[in-house]
C-alpha cells in the first residue's frame, strides 16, 4: 500500500487518507474543477428523471441564500445555524477554514463534492475524507475485495451458491467495520452531532451512509445522475484516486459513454450502453436483495428523524419491497426495472425464505414492461431495446457465456442446488412454488440440453461418421476446384470451339488424339539379394515368369510297337488258319481223325420239317445281310439243297432291300428249284401280319407287303406247307414268330447265325419254332447228312469248307484266350504288378 | 386349346390303334385293311428315305464333302443299273455290283469282329482280374471246344460240356431276357394306345 506524505507537515498518511492524520491538511485536491457545463450535458439532463433534474436545479440556485435554506436538509440547518447557512458552511466547520489556508475555498466545487448530496457537501473535506477512508479500510479489513456494485454480503452468498442469510451478512460487514473503528479516532473537530454519531454508533452512520451511497450507486441512475451534471471535459479528466477506486473503471468508462449515445447517436454506444445496463440491473439486483434484507434485519438508525429529508424520500422510494411505489417518472422507471429487478434477485435468489420479503412474482409479470413505463420515461435507446429486443422469456435464460462471471457462478451454483430447492420449496406458496418449479426446470433442462449438446459434438469428433458441411477443415476446403457462390471465370484468351456441340464455347479441353498405346513395360530393378530368401526369391521369380507354351496336343496314348505286335502276330495268324482252310480244303483230311461236325439238339428236327414239307411250296425268307451272308449262305444253301431234293417250290421274299440280291444268288445255286419271288416286304411286323392272312389261305389275300397280289401268288401263298426264316436278327426271328407262326400255325424253320443260337433255343423248346440249323457247324453236320442220304462221297460243300476254316480259327482262338488268360492272370498277382498297384 | 399338330397324331394313333386291336380280335378283314396300308405306308416311307437321303447328302456334296459324293454316287449308280437292267440294257450288271461290291465289304468289316473279340478275350485278364472275367473266360472256351472240331473222345465230351451249358443256363438267361422284352412290349403298346406314349413326335 502506497502512502500519502501531507505537503504540510511531512508525515505519511495511509493511501486512503484525505486529510493528513497530523496537521489535518488536505492531502487531495478535492477542489478539482469539474468545468462547466455543455450543451450535451444539458441535453443529457432532459433524460435524467425529474427528481434528479429538480436537485440539479436546485443545486445551480444554491447560491441563493433561500435556496440553499430550502435545499438544505432540517437536520443540517438545526445543526449549522443561521451562521452556517450565510458562510455557505455549518458553524462547525468554521474552525477548520480559520485553521487553514484554506486554499480550496477559491475553488470551484470538486466532482466528488457534486456526487455527494447537499449535506455531504456541506461537510468539511478532512471528515469527508475520513469516512471515506474508513470505507476504504473497511473494504481491506473486511477480508474481502468487493466492487462498489456489490455488497459484500451479496458477494459470499453468490460465491457459496447459499440462501442469502440477512442477518449475517451486514453484521459481518458492520463488525467489519466496528474494528475499524478503533483505529480510527474521531477527529476532535467534528461537529457535535456528528461526534456523537461517530461516538455513538459510527459503524450505523457510515454503513447507513454506506449503504444509502452504495445503493444509490448500485442502482446507476441516481448515483450516475449527478455526474449528468458534469461537462463533457469534466468527463474526460481522470477521477479521485479514491472514487476511482471506489467505482470501478470499466464501469465509470461505461457510465461516461453511455451517457453519450443521445449526443453522438451511435449504435455502438447503445450495445454499450445496453451491456452496461445489464450489469448496473445485475448490481441492483443483488444491492436489492441485500437491502431488503438489511432493512429486516438491522433496526431503523437512531438518528433517522437527523437524516436529511430527501434521503427518508429515497428511502421511502426503495421501499419497493413493500409495494409503494411512487407515480413520479423516477419512481414508474424504477418501479419497472425494480419489477425485473425482483424477477432477478427472486431468480438468483438460492434459497428463498418465505417470510422475509414477498414473493416476487417472476418471468410471468414482469414479461411485458408497461407501454407507459417503457415508451414515455424510459430513455429512447433503452425503450427501443427492450421493444425490439428478444423477448423476456428468452433474455432471461441468456446463455451463462453472456453473464457475468460472479453471476454465471451464482446460476452455476443455483443449478446444482435445484433439486434441494425442489424439495425446500415445498413450504411456498403454491403458485410461486409451481412458478419456481418451471424457472428452475427451465435453467435445470437448458444445461442439461446444453451437456447433451456437447456430448453429442464430442461424440462426432471421436466417431468416425462422415463431417458435416460446417466441419470441412480449411485446408480441405481450399480444394475445392468449383465453389457455387463464386461465379465461373471463363478464360477468354482460350480458343473458341468451332465445331461440334460445343460450338461457340472457350476453354473445352480436346480429346486427347491418343488415348493409350500399348507399350511394353520396363524391366523392374533387380531386387537386392538376400541369402536368406534366395531360394524364395527363386521362386518368385519362376511364379513370375510367363508360362511356357504347352503343346496341347495330346500324345498318342497306344501301345508301343512292342506291346502291339501281340496284335500283330494274332490278326496274322487268325488270316493264316482262314486261308490255310480256304486254300488246303484237303489238309483237314490229313490231320489226324477229329470229330465230325454234329447236328445240334435243334438241327435234327429242322431236317425232319423240310423233309415233311416234301413237295409242297416253302416261304423262305431271306432277312439277313451280306455281313452274315458268309456264314448264313451256306445254311441256306444247305437248307435249299434238302428242298430242292425233296421238289419243293419256293417262294422267297425279304424285309431288307440287300436280302433280295442274296435270295436270287443262292437260289440261283440250286438247279431244279422252283421259285417265285415275293421280293421286298416293308412294314416289318405289320407286313408280316398281313402275309400272314396270305398264308391262311383266306380269300382276302389281294395285297401282300403293299401291292397287289396276283391270284397265282395268292394261292401258292394259300399253300405254303413250310415257312423258313433265314435271318441273324432277334427281331426278324420274333416278327415271324409271333406274327406268322402263332397266326397260321405254320411249321416254322430258322436257319441263323451261331449268335443267334441262344435266342433260337427258347422258341425251339417251346415249340414255336419246328427247328433251327444254327451257323456252320450244323451246315456242315447237315451237309453230311444230306450227303449221307444222297449217297455221295464225301458230302463235301460249302458248309463243310466254311467248318475246317472255322476249326482252326477257333482252336486258335482257344490258344490264345488260355495264353492270354494265363499270362496276364499270373502276371497280375507279380511282386512287381502289385507294387504298381499299390502305387496306383 | 391344345396344340392341334400334337393332337391330331395322338388321335390318329389312338383310333387306329384300338381299331387294329378290335380288328385282330373281332374282325378280321378290318385288320387286314389296316395293316395293308401300314404296309404300303412303310414302302412309301422307304422312297421318302431315300430321297431325303439324297436331298441331305446332295447339300453336303455342294459343300464338297467327299463321303457324301461317294454316298450319292454310289445310289444313283444302283439304281441306274437296276434301271438299265430292267430295260435290258445290260444283263444282270446290278447283281454282280452287288456280289462284288456290297457283299465283300460288309463281309470283310463283320470278319472284323472276330478279331476284335480275340485280341479282347486275351487282354481281358489284363484288364479286369475278377472272377466273373475268369468265367467268362472258361464259359467261352468250353464253348468253342464244343463246337471245334478236335478228336472225337474229346470231342464227345466238349460237346456234352457245350450242350449242358447252352441247353441250361443259355436258354434260361435268354428266356429271361425275352420275358422281359414281351412285358415291354405290352407295356409300350397300352402307352400307346391311351397316349402315354408317343413316339411318333420324335
Known amino acids: 500500500m502506497s502512502t500519502l506524505i501531507c505537503p504540510e507537515c511531512g508525515v505519511e498518511n495511509g493511501s486512503g487518507s484525505v486529510v493528513c492524520a497530523a496537521c489535518g491538511a488536505a492531502l487531495i485536491d478535492l477542489s478539482m474543477p469539474l468545468g462547466d457545463e455543455s450543451a450535451g450535458g444539458a441535453q443529457r439532463a432532459e433524460d435524467l428523471p425529474d427528481w434528479l433534474d429538480e436537485l440539479r436545479q436546485a443545486g445551480e440556485k444554491s447560491d441563493a441564500p433561500e435556496a440553499e435554506e430550502a435545499i438544505l436538509p432540517d437536520w443540517l440547518a438545526e445543526a449549522g445555524g443561521e451562521e452556517m447557512v450565510a458562510a455557505e458552511a455549518p458553524d462547525w466547520l468554521e474552525p477548520e477554514k480559520v485553521d487553514r489556508d484554506q486554499p480550496s475555498k477559491a475553488e470551484p466545487p470538486t466532482a466528488a463534492a457534486d456526487e455527494f448530496p447537499d449535506w455531504g457537501q456541506l461537510a468539511e473535506d478532512d471528515e469527508i475524507a475520513d469516512l471515506l477512508s474508513a470505507l476504504e479500510d473497511d473494504r481491506e479489513i473486511g477480508g474481502e475485495e468487493w466492487e462498489p456494485g456489490e455488497l459484500p454480503g451479496a458477494g459470499r452468498k453468490a460465491d457459496a451458491g447459499e440462501v442469502a442469510e440477512p442477518d449475517r451478512a451486514p453484521m459481518s460487514w458492520l463488525e467489519a467495520l466496528e474494528a475499524v473503528e478503533d483505529d480510527t479516532t474521531p477527529p476532535d473537530d467534528l461537529p457535535d452531532w456528528l461526534a456523537t454519531d461517530v461516538a455513538e454508533s459510527p459503524t450505523e452512520v457510515v454503513a447507513t451512509g454506506e449503504s444509502e451511497s452504495e445503493e444509490i450507486a448500485s442502482e446507476g441512475e441516481p448515483a450516475e445522475a449527478p455526474v449528468g451534471d458534469r461537462t ?29 449515445p443521445e449526443t453522438e447517436g451511435s449504435l455502438a454506444a447503445e450495445e454499450e450502453s445496453k451491456e452496461w445496463f445489464d450489469a448496473i440491473e445485475v448490481g441492483m439486483a443483488a444491492s436489492v436483495a441485500f437491502a431488503g434484507d438489511q432493512r429486516e434485519a438491522e433496526p ?69 414492461v408497461p407501454e407507459k413505463i417503457a415508451g414515455e420515461e424510459l430513455p429512447d435507446w433503452l425503450a427501443d431495446q427492450i421493444r425490439e429486443d428478444v423477448p423476456m422469456e428468452e433474455r432471461e435464460s441468456l446463455p451463462a457465456s453472456e ?78 476446384p468449383y465453389r ?4 465461373l471465370t471463363t478464360d477468354l484468351d482460350a480458343p473458341l470451339e468451332s465445331r461440334g456441340p460445343l460450338t461457340g464455347l472457350r476453354g473445352v479441353i480436346q480429346i486427347e488424339p491418343i488415348v493409350a498405346e500399348p507399350r511394353r513395360s520396363g524391366k523392374l ?90 413237295a409242297g411250296n416253302v416261304l423262305v425268307a431271306f432277312d439277313y445281310t451280306p455281313a452274315v451272308a458268309g456264314e448264313l449262305d451256306a445254311v441256306a444253301e444247305t437248307l435249299l439243297r434238302q428242298l430242292a431234293s425233296n421238289g419243293a417250290s419256293v417262294i422267297t421274299l425279304s424285309q431288307m ?78 416278327n415271324w414268330i409271333e406274327q406268322v407262326q402263332t397266326t397260321t400255325d405254320l411249321p416254322l424253320v430258322a436257319g441263323t447265325t451261331q449268335t443267334l443260337g441262344p435266342v433260337v433255343a427258347p422258341y425251339f423248346a417251346s415249340g414255336q419254332l419246328a427247328g433251327a440249323v444254327i451257323g456252320v457247324p450244323d451246315a456242315a453236320a447237315y451237309e453230311r447228312i444230306l450227303a449221307a442220304q444222297e449217297g455221295a462221297a464225301s458230302g463235301a460243300g ?43 | 386349346m391344345r396344340d392341334p399338330a400334337r393332337t391330331l397324331p395322338l388321335a390318329l394313333a389312338v383310333v387306329f390303334g384300338v381299331l387294329t386291336l378290335i ?142 451249358v447252352s441247353d441250361v443256363f443259355v436258354n434260361a438267361g435268354m428266356r429271361g431276357i425275352l420275358i422281359g422284352v414281351a412285358l415291354g412290349a405290352v407295356t409300350i403298346a397300352l402307352r400307346v394306345l391311351t397316349g402315354s406314349e408317343r413316339p411318333y413326335e420324335k
Open chain 1, 525 to 614: 530393378p533387380e531386387p537386392a539379394p538376400v541369402p536368406d530368401l534366395a531360394k524364395e526369391l527363386a521362386v518368385l521369380r519362376q511364379l513370375t515368369r510367363p508360362e511356357e507354351l504347352v503343346s496341347t496336343r495330346e500324345e498318342r496314348i497306344g501301345p508301343s510297337p512292342i506291346e502291339d505286335l501281340p496284335r500283330v502276330l494274332l490278326s496274322l495268324a487268325l488270316l493264316a488258319a482262314v486261308l490255310v482252310g480256304w486254300l488246303l480244303p484237303s489238309l483237314w483230311d490229313a490231320l489226324p481223325p477229329l470229330t465230325a461236325p454234329t447236328l445240334s439238339s435243334s438241327a435234327g428236327p429242322a431236317f425232319t420239317a423240310l423233309e415233311q414239307a416234301g
Open chain 1, 232 to 260: 463533457d471535459e469534466a468527463l474526460e479528466e481522470p477521477l479521485p484516486d479514491w472514487l476511482a477506486e471506489a467505482e470501478p473503471a470499466g464501469e465509470t468508462e461505461t457510465a461516461r459513454d453511455d451517457l453519450k
Open chain 1, 798 to 840: 460249302a458248309a463243310s469248307d466254311l467248318w475246317a476254316n472255322l476249326g482252326l480259327a477257333q482252336w486258335l482262338v482257344i490258344v490264345s484266350l488260355v495264353a492270354g488268360g494265363l499270362y496276364f492272370g499270373a502276371a497280375g498277382y507279380s511282386p512287381g504288378a502289385r507294387e504298381k498297384k499299390g502305387a496306383r
Open chain 1, 484 to 487: 457455387p457462390d463464386q461465379p
Open chain 2, 23 to 164: 380288328g385282330l380280335l373281332f374282325v378280321e378283314p378290318l385288320a387286314g385293311l389296316l395293316t395293308g396300308w401300314a404296309s404300303f405306308l412303310a414302302a412309301v416311307a422307304v422312297l421318302l428315305g431315300i430321297v431325303n437321303l439324297l436331298d441331305v447328302h446332295g447339300r453336303r456334296l455342294v459343300k464338297g464333302n467327299v463321303y457324301s459324293a461317294v454316298l450319292v454316287i454310289g445310289i444313283v449308280a444302283v439304281i441306274a443299273l437296276a434301271i438299265t437292267d430292267e430295260l435290258g440294257l445290260t444283263d444282270q450288271w446290278f447283281n454282280a455290283a452287288y456280289d462284288q461290291v456290297l457283299v465283300p465289304l460288309e463281309a470283310a468289316l463283320a470278319s472284323l469282329l472276330a478279331f476284335f473279340l480275340l485280341f479282347a478275350g486275351v487282354r481281358l485278364l489284363r484288364r479286369q482280374r475278377s472272377g466273373w472275367a475268369l468265367l467268362f473266360i472258361v464259359t467261352v472256351i468250353v464253348l468253342l471246344l464244343s463246337r471245334a472240331p478236335m478228336p472225337e473222345a474229346v470231342g464227345q465230351w466238349a460237346g456234352r460240356v457245350g450242350g449242358f
Open chain 1, 657 to 734: 432291300a440287300t436280302g433280295l440280291p442274296l435270295s436270287e444268288r443262292v437260289v440261283g445255286q440250286e438247279q431244279g428249284l422252283q421259285v417265285q419271288s415275293l421280293g421286298y416286304l416293308p412294314g416289318e411286323a405289320l407286313g408280316l401280319r398281313g402275309l400272314a392272312t396270305c398264308l391262311e389261305g383266306n380269300d382276302g389275300c389281294e395285297t401282300a407287303y403293299g401291292r397287289p397280289v396276283d391270284g397265282d401268288l395268292a394261292g401258292a401263298l394259300g399253300e405254303v406247307g413250310l415257312v423258313l426264316v433265314l435271318t441273324d436278327e432277334r427281331d426278324s426271328l420274333l
Open chain 1, 300 to 368: 431503523p438508525p437512531e438518528h433517522e428523524e437527523e437524516l436529511p429529508d430527501w434521503i427518508s424520500e429515497v428511502r421511502q422510494q426503495d421501499d419497493w419491497s413493500e409495494g409503494e411505489v411512487e407515480e413520479d417518472s423516477f419512481g414508474e422507471w424504477v418501479a419497472g426495472h425494480t419489477a425485473e429487478l425482483k424477477e432477478r434477485a427472486v431468480r438468483q435468489e438460492p434459497k428463498p425464505q418465505q417470510g422475509d420479503t414477498k414473493p416476487l412474482k417472476p418471468s410471468k409479470e414482469l414479461k411485458g
Open chain 1, 403 to 480: 453473464l457475468p462471471e460472479w453471476l454465471a457462478g451464482m446460476a452455476l451454483a443455483q443449478a446444482a442446488a435445484a433439486d434441494e430447492e425442489v424439495i425446500e420449496s415445498e413450504g411456498l406458496p403454491p403458485e410461486s412454488s409451481e412458478e419456481w418449479q418451471e424457472l428452475l426446470d427451465d435453467l435445470s433442462a437448458a444445461q442439461q440440453e446444453e451437456a447433451v449438446q456437447e456430448t453429442e459434438v464430442e461424440e462426432i469428433l471421436e466417431s468416425d461418421l462422415p463431417l458435416g458441411p460446417t466441419a470441412v477443415p480449411e485446408w480441405l476446403d481450399a480444394l475445392r
